[in-house]
């Protein structure tokens, strides 16, 4: 059976958690179903422990963005695995697998990781390097700690809580879609905004630290793959359903202006688009607005109310007139 009959990634996720049997050992708080693991190591702070892969031709063409930027989004996407825990990066390792091509590559590849790291307090301090004979493969392994009190997971929404982002939605698709189209220098010069959110996607590590030290998320992830599937398994795995309202989703102006040229629509890029490395917030209703003030007003970042999680399994996308479908995955590796 292939990967895609048996059930996609998730399933192939769950698979590989029931061979590695975890179960027993005090010190594995989170493993497998998560952002990130956490990890007990004294001292009042769990180590976060994440790893990504970016392989090109999947999840980057090297013809439509700069290695600079290529390495800010590698260690980017790890990044705000991190702050989807709740917690602040520290060290990042970084295995990368290469044809042999300009040394430049990797210089500009790694001056992009350690800016973006930098920036976040973490830094680069080894991992591997290997040849192949066709595309690039980067795989960044992203430490980090948060106090025990601090550490939220993506299980614990209830029925009846708000449902918060942060930012807007669907930037970093059209993005992408502008680079597709009319590639890096006319994207630059054209939509400089989406497409810069498409190459250089800023992980919400202050935002995440804001909310949590509120003390009122009750359960929080980042949208990498977009709203449609990362609500969908934040519903899983709460064991709730959810009701978005289309009206209420921040679109930017930029992604307006960037979907009209492209004749796209913007709710179907806010709500199944990758890549924005927002977080997804579940907070009970009687604090969604405190929370939102205490985020905004700590790094001046909006947040905003969409929807509500219910009773039941299915996460739908309501319109105006009340009519409603299901919310439209997002990015799907099978």
């Known amino acids: 059976m292939l990967i895609s009959e048996f059930g996609g990634e998730d399933a192939v996720i769950k698979l590989i958690e029931s061979k590695c049997r975890l179960e027993g050992d ?4 989170v493993g497998f179903g998560d952002d990130a693991a956490l990890l007990r190591v004294g001292g009042g702070k769990l180590l976060i422990v994440t790893t990504d892969l970016l392989v090109e031709g999947t999840h980057f063409r090297r013809d439509i963005t700069d290695p600079c930027s290529l390495g800010w989004k590698a260690a980017a996407a790890s990044l705000s695995d991190i702050a989807a825990m709740g917690g602040l990066p520290t060290f990042g390792f970084v295995s990368i697998a290469l044809p042999d091509i300009e040394v430049s590559f990797v210089e500009q590849l790694y001056e992009g990781m350690n800016a973006v790291s930098s920036r976040f307090g973490s830094r ?6 290997n040849r192949v004979n066709g595309s690039v493969a980067i795989n960044v392994a992203q430490l980090g700690e948060v106090e025990e009190g601090c550490a939220v997971r993506r299980s614990t929404a209830r029925a ?19 680079l597709a189209e009319i590639g890096l220098e006319g994207g630059n010069a054209e939509h400089p905004e989406v497409v810069g959110r498409h190459i250089r996607p800023v992980p919400r590590v202050n935002e995440a630290r804001a909310a949590v030290q509120s003390g009122l998320v009750r359960a929080m992830m980042d949208i990498s793959d977009g709203l449609g599937i990362d609500l969908g ?3 899983q795995a709460s064991g709730v359903g959810a009701r978005v309202a289309a009206e209420r989703l921040p679109v930017s102006e930029s992604l307006r202006r960037a979907a009209e040229a492209l004749g796209a629509d913007p709710t179907s890029l806010a709500t199944s688009g990758g890549e924005d490395y927002e977080l997804l917030i579940a907070a009970a209703p009687e604090d969604a607005a405190a929370l939102a003030r205490a985020v905004e ?3 001046g970042t909006g947040v905003s109310d969409i929807g509500e999680f ?5 996460a739908l996308l309501v319109a105006p007139d009340g009519s409603h479908s299901t919310l439209q995955p997002g990015w799907k590796h099978f």
């Open 26 to 29: 005090p010190r594995v708080v």
């Open 233 to 235: 398994r934040m519903c």
């Open 297 to 299: 007003e700590a790094t």
């Open 310 to 314: 219910v009773e039941g399994r299915d």
């Open 160 to 178: 009846g809580d708000r449902i918060l982002v942060t930012g807007t939605l669907g930037d970093s698709a059209v993005g992408l879609k502008v």
């Open 124 to 129: 680069v301090i080894g991992g591997d390097t």
